[in-house]
């Protein structure tokens, strides 16, 4: 299986921060890497598909590179409604997989 | 409005079975996957596995073959996640999601999650 590690596990950041929080997978995976966001409770939300595809809905504030075994997503501008779990998930080779999650919470 | 809407939560006991559901509405069921995910107390996400419920084409994933059944019902757009005899360790959110490719899925619609709490 491949593994996708992310860094940090945990983040703390004010509104109106810059974040930026990175995936490695142990292989390469070209750029079939996900990202989503889970708010506590709630069903897990698609924000960037394909490693830098903004889906759409999702504000221009997310953005998100890489190829291969790194990428990144970057949060510009942190709003309140930001506070949650993201979660990358690789979708190159079966089982697919997802790291392990980073929370961001307020400072 | 397009959704999956899953059953309601569940308390068992160890050694019962278990079959939840998620019903998808306001788009073609069968021409989308609908895959399953777990997630324990506190804990990340882990894929199980996926149908596609056109022609019931199903993959599971290695670390779930075996423990759970999943299947679907076109006919009332209806994908399950079965247990035969469950463990305390199944405790947990079970989410299905929905996904166009099923070989390289995007999990772009999400159910509201079933929570399954297996206690003696």
């Known amino acids: 299986d491949i593994q996708m590690t992310q860094s940090p596990s945990s983040l703390s950041a004010s509104v109106g921060d810059r974040v930026t929080i990175t995936c490695r997978a142990s292989q390469t995976i070209s750029r079939y890497l996900n990202w989503y966001q889970q708010k506590p409770g709630k069903a897990p939300k698609l924000l960037i598909y394909?490693?830098?595809s903004l889906r759409s809905g999702v504000p221009s504030r997310f953005s998100s590179s890489g190829s291969g075994t790194d990428f990144t997503l970057t949060i510009n501008s942190l709003q309140p409604e930001d506070f949650a779990t993201y979660y990358c998930?690789?979708?190159?080779?079966?089982?697919?997989?997802f790291g392990q999650g980073t929370r961001l919470e307020i400072k | 409005e397009v959704q999956l809407v899953q059953s309601g939560a569940e308390v068992k006991k160890p050694g019962e079975s278990l079959k939840i559901s998620c019903k998808g509405s306001?788009?073609?069921?069968?021409?989308?996957?609908i895959g399953w995910v777990r997630q324990m107390p506190g804990k990340g996400l882990e894929w199980m596995g996926i149908v596609y419920p056109g022609h019931s084409d199903i993959s599971y994933s290695p670390s779930f073959q075996g423990q759970v059944t999943i299947s679907a019902d076109k006919s009332v757009s209806t994908a399950y996640l079965q247990w035969s005899s469950l463990k305390a360790s199944d405790t947990a959110v079970y989410y299905c999601?929905?996904?166009?490719?099923?070989?390289?899925?995007?999990?772009?619609?999400w159910g509201q999650g079933t929570l399954v709490t297996v206690s003696s």
């Open positions: 394909a490693a830098s």
């Open positions: 998930q690789q979708a190159y080779s079966s089982p697919t997989t």
């Open positions: 999601a929905r996904a166009y490719d099923g070989k390289t899925p995007e999990f772009d619609l």
């Open positions: 306001g788009y073609g069921f069968t021409n989308y996957w």
